[in-house]
């Protein structure tokens, strides 16, 4: 079972890319220290990778798209089943060409689920639709 009761987004793309853009934030800030413009763009380079490298781990699959997903997918471990077709909502999916989808041709996707609030626990998210602002 999960240590936690919600998807929370963890993936492999994005500890990936966040370890990535703290080194060049790291060598950045090394040459900000140091007065090296060198430095400063080797970090500033090293954060484009990171970019680059998170959005192709992102399309492989090892990212998630906007919204919750499948409970079966929450694992960090476990590869996004949506990705070969894109993310309707993903602008790196729609990059990448592979975002819009025409009406209908996601039948077969599998639907997320939300987790079962325990008792005594407070909602996290306001029903869709609802006018809490009046």
């Known amino acids: ?18 370890a990535i853009a703290s080194v060049g934030a790291g060598v950045a800030g090394l040459g900000i220290v140091r007065v090296s413009g060198v430095l400063i763009a080797g970090g500033l380079a ?6 680059l490298v998170t959005w192709a ?17 929450w694992s960090w471990r476990v590869r996004d089943s ?4 894109g993310h309707e909502e ?15 041709a996601g039948t077969g996707a599998v639907q997320p689920v939300m987790p079962v609030q325990r ?4 909602e996290a998210v306001a029903a869709a639709g609802t006018d809490s602002g009046r």
Do not use: F
């Open 1 to 18: 079972m999960s240590a936690h009761q919600y998807d929370h987004g963890h993936t492999v793309a994005g500890w990936i890319g966040c």
């Open 90 to 104: 993903c602008l790196g999916c729609r990059l990448a060409g592979r975002g819009r989808r025409a009406a209908g």
């Open 57 to 73: 781990l992102h399309l492989a699959g090892w990212g998630k798209g906007p919204g919750v997903r499948p409970r079966a997918e």
């Open 82 to 85: 949506a990705a070969p077709g």
């Open 46 to 51: 090293i954060g484009v990778v990171a970019l």
């Open 119 to 122: 008792t005594g626990e407070p």
